[in-house]
């Protein structure tokens, strides 16, 4: 079955280069893990089965973040930062803070717990999709998600200075 292409990307490449941030934490290593995806997707299109394309997608995604994709490019940071248009630069800061501090809990989880939560909860992925994506049991996917969520819900509240 041949595939559009311009479809497949319209409809599931801000799905995917969500989730390769959440999964990474740098927007434009994310966006060029998105464009790998895309890049790896047409040249293999003629075995892309529909039906499954978004774990497809997300394993893909996944795939070149676990190889370390681009890394090298990773090695100076920029110092500066974007420019907020915000109306309140107060609550601004505050989300910034606790994105960061999100990113780093998410960057603190074991890598198959990050993937299974991330796919779960950015494109309510099924399970039997994750698990395939992650290669376990169904079972284990839904372990995964549960435990990601509790360790999450655990560092938001140590944050908070309440011990849980």
Same mark, same amino acid.
């Given at each position: 079955?041949?595939?559009?292409? =311009? ?5 599931? /490449? ?5 989730? /390769? ?6 927007? =434009?290593?994310?966006? #060029? ?6 890049? &790896?997707?047409?040249? =293999? ?5 529909? *039906? ?9 995604? &996944? ?7 681009? &890394?090298? %490019?990773?090695? *100076? ?14 609550? +601004? $800061? ?5 994105? $960061?501090?999100?990113?780093? #809990? ?16 950015? /494109? ?7 698990? +395939?994506?992650?290669?376990? /049991? ?16 655990? =560092?938001?509240? %140590? ?6």
């Amino acid at each position: 079955m041949v595939i559009d292409f =311009a479809t497949l990307y319209e409809r599931h /490449s801000a799905e995917v280069l969500r989730f /390769s941030y959440w999964l990474c934490g740098d927007r =434009a290593l994310a966006e #060029d893990i998105t464009a790998e995806t895309f890049v &790896r997707v047409w040249t =293999a299109r003629e075995r892309v089965d529909l *039906a499954t394309v978004t774990g497809y997608l997300l394993a893909i995604a &996944r795939n070149l973040h676990r190889q370390g994709f681009a &890394r090298a %490019r990773r090695q *100076a940071e920029l110092d500066h930062e974007p420019v907020d248009r915000q109306p309140d630069p107060h609550r +601004a $800061a505050e989300d910034r803070d606790e994105l $960061a501090a999100v990113l780093a #809990d998410m960057r603190d989880l074991p890598e198959a717990e990050r993937a299974a939560l991330l796919m779960r909860a950015t /494109s309510e992925t099924p399970y039997t999709e994750i698990a +395939a994506v992650l290669g376990i /049991s169904e079972g284990a996917a839904k372990v995964k998600v549960h435990r990601a969520r509790l360790k999450l819900a655990e =560092a938001r509240l %140590r944050r908070e200075g309440v011990t849980p």
